[in-house]
T-cell receptor
Framework: AQKVTQTQTSISVMEKTTVTMDCVYE???????LFWYKQTASGEIVFLIR??????ENATVGHYSLNFQKPKSSIGLIITATQIEDSAVYFC?????????????FGSGTQLTVMP | EAAVTQSPRNKVAVTGGKVTLSCNQT?????MYWYRQDTGHGLRLIHY???????EKGDIPDGYKASRPSQENFSLILELATPSQTSVYFC???????????FGSGTRLTVL
């Protein structure tokens, strides 16, 4: 069965520092896709970054990067030089290639607070 | 820019009443989805559709129906609303080849 687990319910960091959010997943598929989304205070869900299971290189977009450790079924999100605007809830999600659709399995989220 | 619009933004319903949540997308995507978000569960898939006239059950379909009358519109129907269906509902659209799903802004439903 597919499952995505985020054990950190909340994290607080100082502005301009680096933060890492953890996520582990379970799947029987050999091909899958991993995502991180940000939910703002207004409730909007914004796509941040994606890692395809067959890619060995960690994805990077702006000040977001991933730490993909396939043997550990782990996909951590790293935010460098954090800003106040990064305060939000961050969700990890997975889609199995065999599903044939956008049946995303979400983790329960991590609340990030960036303090000035 | 992909656009997914949900209505209403907020809804209060009574137990046993019928509720319809609407979603419109202007992306010309074939696939549309309904998720609900509850504290501690992230988002969970209720129903989805591959195109006009099609609906499929997601992970938690009980108590919900879906309707896809056109490419642009996808509705979620609660025939007999219950307090356990109090939640925030998100509609999304996206092609399987796309980088991501595109989410609407959500509908907050309270069933009293």
């Amino acid at each position: 069965a597919q499952k995505v687990t985020q054990t950190q319910t909340s994290i607080s960091v100082m502005e301009k520092t680096t933060v890492t959010m953890d996520c582990v997943y379970e799947t029987q598929d050999s091909s899958y896709f991993l995502f991180w989304y940000k939910q703002t205070a207004s409730g909007e869900i914004v796509f941040l970054i994606r890692q395809d299971s067959y890619k060995k290189e960690n994805a990077t977009v702006g000040h977001y990067s991933l730490n993909f450790q396939k043997p550990k079924s782990s996909i951590g999100l790293i935010i460098t030089a954090t800003q106040i605007e990064d305060s939000a809830v961050y969700f990890c999600a997975m889609r199995e290639a065999s599903s044939g659709s956008w049946q995303l399995i979400f983790g329960s989220g991590t609340q990030l607070t960036v303090m000035p | 820019e992909a656009a997914v619009t949900q209505s209403p933004r907020n809804k209060v319903a009574v137990t046993g009443g019928k509720v319809t949540l609407s979603c419109n997308q202007t992306n010309n995507h074939n696939n549309m989805y309904w998720y609900r978000q509850d504290t501690g569960h992230g988002l969970r898939l209720i129903h989805y559709s591959y195109g006009a006239g099609s609906t499929e059950k997601g992970d938690i379909p009980d108590g919900y129906k879906a309707s896809r009358p056109s490419q642009e519109n996808f509705s979620l129907i609660l025939e007999l609303a219950t307090p356990s269906q109090t939640s925030v509902y998100f509609c999304a659209s996206g092609e399987i080849s796309a980088e991501t799903l595109y989410f609407g802004s959500g509908t907050r439903l309270t069933v009293l």
